[in-house]
């Protein structure tokens, strides 16, 4: 089974529906809102599967705010908080190697960005407040 076939597979075992699928690129954008998934994109990007989520806009960001993300990070399943190319804006990234993907592996992931969400989002939205 071609690997974006085999993620689809699991994505739709875990109970998720595609909002957005494009074949070509080898990617899908689902939800959850129950789950603190919202626009989460899993791309296939042979050998990785990476999974992306915009968590917020960080527009006045500061070092200290900087410095706990780091420390956040450390305490995360797996993934990380990460910054787009402008550094303007707090997504969730995980990637994971498609080779040898199975169901938990990919469902750890996204449980790990739901439990993140869950125990870090009110102090992440407090950065998005920050001036």
């Not at 968590?55 to 900087?66: D, F, G, Q, V």
């Amino acid at each position: 089974m071609a690997d974006f076939e085999k993620v689809k597979k699991y994505l739709l075992e875990m109970g998720f529906s595609f909002d957005k699928e494009n074949a070509g690129e080898e990617l899908v954008v689902v939800n959850d809102e129950e789950r603190g998934v919202n626009h989460l994109v899993v791309d296939c990007e042979d050998p990785i599967l990476i999974l992306e989520q915009v968590i917020l806009p960080l527009p006045n960001a500061s070092a200290e705010t900087y410095k706990r993300l780091l420390q956040i990070n450390r305490s995360l399943v797996h993934g990380a908080f990460v910054l787009d190319d402008a550094g303007k804006t707090l997504l969730f990234r995980d990637t994971l190697q498609l080779e040898n993907l199975d169901h938990n592996e990919l469902e750890g992931s996204i449980d790990a960005l739901s439990l993140a969400l869950a125990e870090h989002g009110g102090e992440l939205l407090s950065f998005s407040a920050s001036k």
